[in-house]
């Protein structure tokens, strides 16, 4: 995203589509930032929007502070869980959905891909999850939710 004042994308974004067929529009900031300001219900909107997105990011913040890298790891592998858990055996769930260990850092504010890939070979060693073809599998549920402040 290039805000009015600057040629470059101060804001890149990675886009993975999961379906057969999507749309994606290209639209001017300044023009709909001044849509939205001209529409009340748009601005709720907007505003919903920005503040589901702050809470979100203050709960990640929260687990990074309080339990440390593995908090924020099982905190992600837990929302993947509840937007994408299959039980594929009695408490035993698929995650299916494929994503990276650097997407997952990325998404917990850790850059450095190493520290995820110890955590994930911890977890592994523990019993806690498994690598299926990519795919992740959360063996134990219940040591997940132990680290992850709700």
């Known amino acids: 995203l290039k805000d009015e004042y600057s040629q470059f994308a101060n804001a890149p974004f990675n886009i ?8 994606l529009y290209r639209i001017d900031r300044v023009r709909f930032w001044k849509d939205v300001n001209g529409n009340a219900d748009l601005q709720i909107y907007v505003k919903d929007y920005y503040r589901t997105r702050l809470l979100e990011s203050i709960k990640k913040m929260q687990q990074m502070l309080m339990n440390g890298k593995l908090g924020a790891i099982c905190t992600q592998l837990y929302e993947l869980y509840k937007l994408f858990g299959v039980e594929i055996e009695k ?9 990276s ?8 504010g850790i850059n450095s891909a190493s520290s995820v890939n110890r ?32």
């Open 119 to 150: 955590i994930f070979q911890q977890l592994k060693a523990e019993g806690v999850i498994a690598m299926k073809r990519r795919y992740i599998i959360i063996k134990k549920l219940d040591v997940i939710q132990e680290n992850v402040i709700f």
């Open 91 to 99: 408490d035993e769930f698929l995650i299916d959905f494929l994503v």
């Open 16 to 23: 993975r589509v999961e379906s057969e067929r999507a749309e």
């Open 101 to 108: 260990n650097e997407e997952i850092g990325h998404f917990c």
